[in-house]
Antibody
Framework: EVQLVESGGGLVQPGGSLRLPCAAS????????MHWVRQAPGKGLVWVSR????????NYADSVKGRFTISRDSAKNTVYLEMNSLRAEDTAVYYC????????????WGQGTLVTVSS | QSALTQPASVSGSPGQSIAISCTGT?????????VSWYQQHPGTAPKLMIY???NRPSEVSNRFSGSKSGNTASLTISGLQAEDEADYYC??????????FGTGTKVTVL
């Protein structure tokens, strides 16, 4: 069974940093693109970033480019989202999701972790 | 990277059919047949319902179907049931190698 478990969320001050890990299990982690998607309270889904199965390619939404960094550790079956220069508008539940192999959709999602940016 | 446009809400009575539109541009919806749809119940993670415009995962009811014309994709739910009440989001791959989601549609079963 595919499992994606995010952690690392919490309260952080504006301008601060946070790193979100997402532990994957139940599939061959090194064969799949991995994504981060966020959802502000009461709002819609927003795609944030993705990383290729071998870590050689990353893409970002314009709203986080230059502030967020996605990475992965195949030895730990974990994908990370490093978030810097956080703003109030980054407050959201952050979901980790698996990209379907060879396709352009997200076939499995984690339960999400809440990040609150506030002083 | 503007969000795809969806109606804020759609409603229908049990047994009826409803359709949700998803309008993008020639750089996303119109550029590829890579439109997917997700269902989200309150407090839960999204669930894939349709991929590549009109393909349905095996575990999803055949009451759900998808289509596309030009820059607009659509999700149709036939034989509406109480458990279909949820938020629905479309998504598309873009020519910038990124993804974009729709604004979301709340489906209410009357």
């Amino acid at each position: 069974e595919v499992q994606l478990v995010e952690s690392g969320g919490g309260l952080v001050q504006p301008g601060g940093s946070l790193r979100l890990p997402c532990a994957a299990s139940g599939f061959t982690f090194s064969s799949y693109w991995m994504h981060w998607v966020r959802q502000a309270p009461g709002k819609g889904l927003v795609w944030v970033s993705r990383i290729k199965y071998d870590g050689t390619t990353t893409n970002y939404a314009d709203s986080v480019k230059g502030r967020f960094t996605i990475s992965r550790d195949s030895a730990k079956n974990t994908v990370y989202l490093e978030m810097n220069s956080l703003r109030a508008e980054d407050t959201a539940v952050y979901y980790c999701a698996r990209g379907a192999m060879g396709f352009y959709y997200l076939d499995n999602w984690g339960q999400g972790t809440l990040v609150t940016v506030s002083s | 990277q503007s969000a795809l446009t969806q109606p804020a809400s759609v409603s229908g009575s049990p047994g009826q059919s409803i359709a949700i539109s998803c309008t993008g541009t020639s750089s996303d919806v119109g550029a590829y047949n890579y439109v997917s749809w997700y269902q989200q119940h309150p407090g839960t993670a999204p669930k894939l319902m349709i991929y590549d415009v009109s393909n349905r995962p095996s575990e999803v009811s055949n009451r759900f179907s998808g289509s596309k014309s030009g820059n607009t994709a659509s999700l149709t739910i036939s034989g509406l049931q109480a458990e279909d009440e949820a938020d629905y989001y479309c998504s598309s791959y873009t020519s910038s190698s990124t993804y974009v989601f729709g604004t979301g549609t709340k489906v209410t079963v009357l």
